[in-house]
């Protein structure tokens, strides 16, 4: 499967060997890139269940490919969730089923950092994804 541009760009970023310290600092400035969200849509609805931390999610079709949003109230979450939408941004519903949360952080080199929990949050984030796309 084809990566889309801007996971490929994340994948030459964090791919360069660094300490966990630099990897830190950038995954906050990737969560700094997410758009912002305006408070009214962070509502219970959006809410992603099994997450730690809040984490509220926005999906729609465009032209059959699926574009996500999100916020988070943690910084480090905000990194997290980031580089996964741009590893799913642009997919079809068919694709988005197969991508592999795992496998996508292995090859960031962030698998290390992930604790269960946020492992967890994360699958969640993509569970309500898949749902989302039914």
Known sequence: M???PLAQTALET???????????????????R???VADQEKSDEHLVDGCESKVWLFGEVIDGRWQFRAASDARLIRGLVALLLV???GLSAQDLQR????????????????SPSRSNGLNAV????RQLAG
């Not at 592999?100 to 698998?111: E, P, V």
């Open 14 to 32: 964090f791919g360069a060997s660094m300490s966990w310290e630099q990897r830190a600092r950038l995954l906050m400035q990737w969560g700094d």
């Open 34 to 36: 997410l758009p912002p």
């Open 126 to 129: 993509l569970q309500k994804m």
């Open 99 to 114: 991508v592999d949360l795992a496998d996508w952080f292995n090859q960031l080199g962030l698998s290390r950092q992930l």
């Open 2 to 4: 084809n990566l889309p």
């Open 87 to 89: 590893r799913v941004n």
